[in-house]
């Protein structure tokens, strides 16, 4: 803690030095052209140009919130993936990076949909290269060769490709020049961590053809150990990180007035990211109400206190006959570990790649610009049964992704003396999101899903057994969801210079878009109808008789035993129904369908925007927006079946903001007001199921539209050029985003019978779950030439604040502050050549993740955040 408090107040004291600076500065403000004349070095802001409304414009003329990390800070700061935003941008949340390829998302201001629905679009876009990502979870991926990134708040349906509602993320790349340059980099450290990455620019044709190619591989461990699959001094970890891509561009320029840009990359992932919740605590040993919670204890098992004993565990016991180790204990993970045992738990292979043509040419004052793209993705998630080393069952995801999109527009190209700028142009996209969702069984699946009755009867023979066994074995089912869509889409923006210091952006965009969507359940493999067990039973009928745990005969004979088989294999399948009797039963499935076509979607969506600024001086200018986003409907399936048409999402974003370079350029003060209101939000739901009194504490699970919910608060941005090489930087927000219509939300239970039939209350007022009302994030980089080296140090901090994990707002579900420190030494030649540095991540080894709250019968869980780790990190010129 001292360690902490030490470093933290390190950096408050540089603030306040550079504030005081700032105040001496300003002091001298009015000498600084005479300090010019006298040769003096002047210290400024270096300015920063960015492409946000498809143009080169410095970020401080754009009268919307931006935040850019250019190839200098993206340096400095060892920023290598989109994750490491949050440290920099105010008001952003992405979803942790040890998740899986479709649960890749953002939410800005608190908004956003950060779950996993292959059907549904994202609120906040990703853009890379002028092409928006349809499917989300193509922003799975490490970006090399960045050239800057550029994060967007409130709506940009207006300019930037695909509608969005919320926000964008727009990612830009270096692009192939015709200097000659080559540059590697290769990183190690914590967590047997190798990085590679490669680029390469230079002239084929000189002054006519360009190319680079850039390669990066990523290899390290997870923060995870399956204690199943590890063996000796070889061990399986979870959490990791094994990506490789490659990225090869052509620039053509035949004339000074045609440029045209050629992309083609690949990705691939071979990972294991996809389990690995810790078990941080049983709860409580009684409800509310007094009741005892159902924990048990497994037979032939001491617990020690420090091994978990919740409800699930009962399970065990119950079966002891079935599931105990070796040894005669049940397996039990330990509390607050990070080792797992899973059986099943396999990597997720993402494979994605795609191609890009953009043509710029400059005609008649204009700019003409014609930009095409194909995106493909596919990819393989086993989420791993969570049952221990048995091999009961696994659910995951294979899914592929396609998309084509076409943009054509032209922009004016305007002078000093311009009084209308405006750009204009048509947009294509089409998508198809293909997701098979399977569900498959192993030798142990009958024993953990028979009821008590079934489990005493098969147990308790030779016969029964291998039926229990074979019950559910090898079943495998899948739903399958096939949504596509077509958007076609006209927009057009218009600058109007009213005076040389006031001036009026109006932009409009008109959305036609149809979807289809159509479901259907299938048994991929195993034998529905039971035939497999009837085999079974009457080859061993004749030799077994049925007897019961407790030595007596079973009730109805053996023919009893093949219906219980039955039953359960009809459970695995999704539903079916048994008739017959004894060697002669049969199960016919029920729940199993072939398409089933929701209503299609077809409609109109519109985006506009309306923004007013005035420069009241040459460095300092104030502005005023208010924007209109939309986010696309989709047809959504229940299990049986049955498809619901969700309904787009409007949001209506108000801004008041000023945006300042002061003191010749050396501090940049920007700061803004917003309120946003989101008309039919797309959100998820999570209630205990008030029709199932025999799965107390499991939950149901859906998607609907809340009928409005906001965010308001303020946001700023702040850096300052101490000296020559020295820059303070800082942003913050404070965030109020609530439901502002009803929304019911079940309470945990209080009484037995809430148990079965839960009390809800409505959520209208409150905070949001997972959402802070105060971020803030602060920092420092410093350069200095030693000699004929360059010395580097950066710091940055990023406080969270404290929050609930869900709606309704229990103790149990507060979840505190707090900070996460990284730190950069760098030390390399002053003309850039090469630089060895080493980076610090999570430096003061703060504890934080997401969380879950005990339930009705299970233990409360945690996916942990990141651990301190370091990388050495050698970069260099070839």
């Known amino acids: 803690m001292a360690h902490r408090l030490s470093i933290i107040t390190a ?6 030095a550079g504030l005081l600076a700032s105040g001496q500065a300003h002091s001298a403000e009015g000498v600084g052209d005479s300090a010019v004349a006298a040769g003096e070095e002047v210290v400024t802001l270096a300015t920063v140009i960015v ?37 920099y941008t105010p008001n952003i949340e992405l979803n942790p990076p040890g998740e899986n390829a479709r649960k890749v998302s953002a939410k800005i201001r608190g908004l956003g949909v950060a779950g996993a629905n292959d059907s549904a679009e994202k609120s906040v876009s990703t853009i890379v290269d002028g092409v928006s990502l349809y499917y989300s979870g193509q922003a799975w991926a490490n970006y090399v060769d960045v050239d800057r990134i550029e994060v967007l708040s409130g709506p940009q349906g207006t300019l930037q490709g695909k509608n969005s509602s919320l926000g964008a993320i727009r990612i830009i790349t270096k692009a192939p020049s015709f200097n000659k340059e080559a540059t590697y980099e290769i990183s190690s450290g914590d967590l047997n961590t190798l990085n590679g990455k490669f680029s390469a620019t230079g002239p084929l044709i000189d002054g006519k053809l360009a190319y680079r190619g850039t390669f990066s591989g990523t290899r390290g461990d997870g923060i995870y150990t399956n204690t199943y699959q590890s063996f000796g001094k070889s061990k399986e970890t979870w959490r990791e990180q094994s990506q490789f891509a490659g990225r090869f561009q052509l620039l053509w320029t035949p004339t000074d007035d045609l440029r045209g840009r050629f992309i083609v990359d690949k990705m691939r992932s071979d990972e294991r990211v996809n389990t690995g919740n810790v078990l941080t605590s049983n709860g409580p040993a009684n409800y509310a109400w007094g009741t005892p919670r159902p924990t048990f204890t497994p037979i032939g098992y001491t617990p020690s206190g420090t091994y978990v004993n919740y409800g699930l565990l009962g399970k065990w016991a119950e079966r002891s006959a079935w599931f105990h180790n070796d040894d005669g204990s049940v397996y039990a993970p330990k509390f607050n570990t990070t080792d797992i045992e899973n059986s099943e738990a396999r990597p997720q292979v993402t494979n994605q790649w795609g191609g890009s043509a953009q043509f710029d040419w400059n005609v008649l004052h204009h700019t003409v610009t014609y930009l095409g793209a194909y995106r493909y993705q596919d990819f393989d998630i086993k989420n791993g049964g969570q049952n221990g080393r048995w091999y009961i069952g696994n659910s995951g995801q294979q899914l592929f992704n396609n998309q084509t999109s076409h943009e054509l527009r032209v922009a ?43 489990y005493t009867d098969l147990i308790g023979s030779g016969l029964g057994r291998e039926l229990l066994e074979q019950s559910q074995n090898g079943v495998y089912r899948s739903q399958v969801t096939d949504a596509e869509v077509w958007s076609r889409a006209a927009f057009g923006q218009v600058d109007w210079h009213i005076t040389s210091r006031a001036k009026l952006t109006a932009g409009y965009r008109l959305t036609h878009e149809t979807k289809k969507n159509r479901i259907r359940k299938e048994l991929d493999r195993g034998v529905a109808n039971g035939a497999d067990l009837v085999t079974i039973y009457n080859r061993l009928a004749a030799t077994n008789v049925a007897i019961n745990g407790n030595g007596s005969a079973v009730s109805g004979g053996n023919a009893r035993l093949l219906a ?7 459970s695995a399948i999704g539903g079916g129904t048994v008739s017959g009797s004894g060697g002669t039963a049969a199960v016919t499935p029920t729940a199993l369908f072939d398409w089933q076509y929701g209503a299609p979607i077809t409609g109109d969506l519109s985006a506009w925007t309306l923004s007013p600024s005035y420069e009241i001086s040459k460095t300092v200018s104030v502005y005023a927006s208010v924007a209109q986003g939309a986010k696309s409907g989709y047809i959504n399936f229940s299990s049986a079946g049955v498809g619901m048409q969700i309904k787009p999402e409007k949001s209506r974003d108000y801004e008041v903001g000023i945006k300042s370079l002061l003191l010749n350029g050396r501090w940049l003060l920007n700061a803004n007001l917003y309120k946003t209101t989101v008309k039919d939000y797309q959100a998820s739901w999570r209630r205990p199921n008030p029709l199932d009194p025999d799965n107390r504490g499991q939950d149901i699970s859906g998607v609907g539209n809340v009928e409005s919910i906001g965010a308001k608060g303020f946001e700023f941005q702040t850096a300052f050029e101490v000296l020559h090489g020295l820059t303070l930087n800082a942003n913050a927000s404070y965030n109020i985003a609530k439901y502002e219509t009803d929304w019911l939300v079940a309470l945990p239970p209080q009484t037995d019978a809430e148990l079965i039939t839960p009390l809800y209350i409505n959520a209208k007022g409150q905070q949001l ?47 505190k502050s707090y900070t996460l420190t990284n730190l950069v030494l760098g030390f390399g030649g002053d003309d850039g050549g090469w630089q060895l540095s080493v980076r610090a991540n999570n430096l003061l080894d703060t504890k934080y993740g997401s969380y879950s709250t005990w339930g009705a019968t299970s233990a409360a869980t945690a996916t942990p955040g990141a651990p301190r780790n370091f990388q050495i990190v050698f970069s260099s010129r070839l």
């Open 769 to 815: 779950a997972s959402v802070p009302k105060i971020g803030f994030a602060y920092g420092a980089s410093y350069r200095r030439q030693i000699g004929d080296f360059l010395a580097t140090v950066s710091l940055a901090n990023r406080y969270v604040g404290h929050k609930y994990s869900q709606d309704y707002h229990t103790e149990d579900t507060f979840r």
């Open 11 to 16: 950096v408050h004291v540089a603030l306040g």
């Open 412 to 454: 004016s190209t305007p002078d000093e003396d311009s009084k209308l700028d405006y750009q204009a142009g048509l947009y294509y996209l089409g998508a198809r999101v293909y997701s098979d969702d399977p569900s498959y069984y192993g030798p142990d699946a009958g024993a953990w899903n028979a009821s008590t009755a079934q």
């Open 564 to 570: 219980d088989a039955l039953a359960l294999r009809a």
């Open 51 to 87: 492409t946000a409304r498809n143009r080169e414009e410095s970020a401080q003329d754009i009268p919307i919130p931006v935040t850019v990390l250019d190839a200098e800070k993206l340096e400095t700061f060892g920023i290598q993936t989109v994750w490491d935003l949050e440290f």
